[in-house]
Structures are given as structure tokens and as C-alpha cells.
């Protein structure tokens, strides 16, 4: 192979590239996680590939300015600066999808993860936090039969936006968490569980979600039977 022949390969191995993670995409989107690992793993190499052969080409063949002007221009280097800036960006995406985005379910959260985890801000504009948050939820779109329920706080809309965001009225909430804290709120779940019984729920869209603290729950009488 010669070096001319190289812009041919570079456009090959983009483009398969490009169908495996499309094909990834339609994997995961059916739950066929296994064959999804698979396709990311098989894009990550065609683009490694790809990142070599184009080094060695321009390493070799220099660059050559373009020629164009006028309104070319100006569309030659809007594409050119805007593929510069996301081919970068694109490096710290592919090795986390590379490493901790392929792990399976049930591997072990250790200490370390638990610390590095507690780095990302929890805010509905932060996209580490929103962007992960935001593709789960997708698979939660694609079922309409299934009513998901917010256990967690309603007061803020560090989780409520994104999930209104995404499931819309669909999403819903026990009323009788308004006012409690994460504490009381475990401890009124908890009581659920001891009589059988399940919480109310309403949609959150539109409900109110702030307001005076609940009367403090009474002592668990079975935890109080077991002292």
C-alpha cells in the first residue's frame, strides 16, 4: 500500500467506524447488551485504526493549504475548526466508553468509585451528571405501559427536571414525601413496608412539590417490639 492510497482507507475505516456504532446504537436500544459491547468495541478499533493511518499520512505527505475563496471559505473553515474541536473532545469519550462504559451490571462499586463519582456535580445542566441520566431514561420512553415513580427528592430540580424532561406526566411521585427529608422519607418507606401497604401517587407535573414539614413519624412500633 502506498501513501496515496492512505485518504482511501482513512474513509473506509470512518465509515465503518460509523457503522458500528450505529449498529451498537440499535442493540442497545433492544436490550442486546452483549453484541452492543461488541459493536462499541469493534468502532473503537476502526478509529484507532483510522487515527494512525491518518497520522502517517500527513506525517508523510505534509499539509496543503486550500485554495478556495469567498463564500467556500468561510464553509471550508467552519467544518474544518469544528471537527478539530469535537475530534478532540471525542478522546476522553471514547476511553470512558472504552473502560467504565462497558462494565457489566453487577460489577463491584468500590471505595475509589464511590469517591470519583462523588466528583460530578448533581445539577440538571451538568452534562456528566444529565447526559448518562438523560440516555437511560430513553429506554424508560419506549414503554408505555410502565409508570415510573420518583422515591427520591422532589424539592429541587436536580432530579425532577431531567425526568420531567424525559417521561414527561408520565413520571410520578408520592405526595406524602413533600416537606420530608431523605431520613423521613427511608423511614415512611420503610413503615410501607412493615403494614404491606404502597404509597399514593400523583404525577408531579404541575403538582406541588414544596411545603411545611410533615409531623414527625412516629416510633416504628416493630423496631420498638425488637429493642
Known amino acids: ?7 482511501a482507507l482513512n474513509a473506509a475505516l470512518n465509515a465503518t467506524a460509523g457503522v ?12 442486546h447488551r452483549t453484541a452492543h459491547k461488541r459493536c462499541m468495541l469493534a468502532a473503537l478499533t476502526a478509529s484507532t485504526l483510522f487515527l494512525v493511518s491518518y497520522v502517517v499520512y500527513h506525517a508523510s ?7 478556495g475563496e469567498g463564500a467556500s471559505r468561510v464553509v471550508y473553515f467552519a467544518i474544518l ?6 475530534a478532540a473532545a471525542i478522546v476522553p469519550l471514547a476511553l470512558v466508553t472504552a473502560n467504565r462504559g462497558l462494565l457489566p451490571a453487577d460489577t463491584p462499586v468500590r471505595p475509589d ?5 462523588g466528583l460530578v456535580d448533581i445539577r440538571s445542566t451538568d452534562p456528566r451528571y444529565r447526559a448518562p ?8 420512553r419506549s414503554m408505555p405501559d410502565l409508570d415510573p415513580v420518583l422515591l427520591g427528592s422532589v424539592a429541587t430540580g436536580k432530579y425532577v427536571d431531567v425526568l420531567l424532561e424525559a417521561l414527561g406526566v408520565r413520571l410520578r411521585f ?6 420530608r427529608g ?6 415512611l418507606m420503610l413503615r410501607c413496608v412493615r403494614e404491606d401497604r404502597e404509597l399514593s401517587y400523583i404525577s408531579i407535573a404541575g403538582a406541588t412539590r414544596h411545603g411545611k414539614r410533615p409531623a414527625k413519624l412516629a416510633r416504628d412500633s416493630a423496631r420498638r417490639a425488637g429493642n
Not at 441520566?133 to 424508560?140: G, I, N, P, T
Not at 408520592?174 to 416537606?179: D, H, I, K, R
Not at 431523605?182 to 423511614?187: E, K, L, P, T
Open 61 to 67: 505527505a505534509g499539509s496543503r493549504p486550500y485554495q
Open 113 to 117: 468509585d464511590l469517591r470519583a463519582l
Open 133 to 140: 441520566l438523560l440516555a437511560d431514561l430513553d429506554r424508560l
Open 20 to 31: 458500528f456504532i450505529s449498529i451498537g446504537y440499535l442493540f442497545v436500544r433492544r436490550g
Open 174 to 179: 408520592p405526595p406524602a414525601f413533600v416537606g
Open 182 to 187: 431523605d431520613m423521613s422519607r427511608g423511614g
Open 1 to 7: 500500500m502506498e501513501i496515496q492510497d492512505l485518504p
Open 81 to 86: 475548526i469544528t471537527h478539530v474541536i469535537l
